[in-house]
């Protein structure tokens, strides 16, 4: 079955950077867009960053614009979030998933399997 494993998180400074990494199996990897989520603490899961199927294409939440930057390996089956510049308002547990659907891919509901998070604290 599709799994999604997600990595690198962590206890950082603001100002810091992480790199995550999102380890897929169990799908023909290339053909799925994969999108990053984050939930804070008594918060609604939002969203972060999008990456389509080729790479081609990325999309991302004005509150991470600049600062973030998604990029996947084919080969590795893998999707990276590299983030830069971290304040302690990204503290969350990011997510990767798999998209069903290119269109509103903000929305939860463009995707359906999600990986168990990983933790990213940023202290001030």
């Known amino acids: 079955q599709v799994q999604l494993v997600e990595s690198g998180g962590g206890l950082v400074q603001a100002g810091g950077s992480l790199r995550l990494s999102c380890a897929a199996s169990?799908?023909?990897?290339?053909?799925?867009?994969i999108g990053w989520f984050r939930q804070a603490p008594g918060k609604e899961r939002e969203f972060v960053a999008h990456?389509?199927?080729?790479?081609?294409?990325?999309y991302y939440a004005d509150s991470v614009k600049g600062r973030f930057t998604i990029s996947r390996d084919n080969v590795r089956n893998t999707v990276y979030l590299q983030m830069n510049s971290l304040k302690p308002e990204d503290t969350a547990v990011y997510y990767c998933?798999?998209?069903?659907?290119?269109?509103?891919?903000?929305?939860?509901?463009?995707?359906?399997?999600w990986g168990q998070g990983t933790q990213v604290t940023v202290s001030s």
């Open positions: 998933a798999t998209a069903i659907r290119s269109w509103d891919i903000y929305d939860l509901k463009a995707y359906d399997a």
């Open positions: 169990g799908l023909a990897f290339r053909n799925y867009a």
């Open positions: 990456i389509s199927s080729s790479g081609g294409s990325t």
